[in-house]
């Protein structure tokens, strides 16, 4: 079993950066890829970024890319994401999620564990 926690949500201003982080539990964290989603109001949730199992590859949504960075350490069964120049479009619940394989995809699919979320909202 892997239970996820995510934090560091918050409301900030257009521009600005929060750093997500979520905490996992479980002895195999460091087998698997995991990936960042968000979901809004009325919408699918949405893939953002993922890492591999030793955090040597990484991939993103083009929306986010050179914006948000997603690291992980695997000694802190912790992974993170670093938002940077927010805009207000980001807004959503992110999520984030263990793969079932060591090297994740961007399918939702494919993660089988998910934390509760966390509000992340980019005022104009």
């Known amino acids: 079993q892997v239970q996820l926690v995510e934090s560091g949500g918050g409301l900030v201003q257009a521009g600005g950066s929060l750093r997500l982080s979520c905490a996992a539990s479980?002895?195999?964290?460091?087998?698997?890829?995991m990936g960042w989603f968000r979901q809004a109001p009325g919408k699918e949730r949405e893939f953002r970024a993922a890492i591999s199992w030793n955090g040597d590859s990484t991939y993103y949504a083009d929306s986010v890319k050179g914006r948000f960075t997603i690291s992980r350490d695997n000694a802190k069964n912790t992974v993170y994401l670093q938002m940077n120049s927010l805009k207000p479009e980001d807004t959503a619940v992110y999520y984030c999620?263990?793969?079932?394989?060591?090297?994740?995809?961007?399918?939702?699919?494919?993660?089988?564990?998910w934390g509760q979320g966390t509000q992340v909202t980019v005022s104009s």
């Open positions: 999620a263990t793969a079932t394989s060591a090297y994740g995809t961007r399918r939702s699919s494919q993660y089988n564990y």
């Open positions: 479980g002895r195999t964290f460091s087998n698997y890829a």
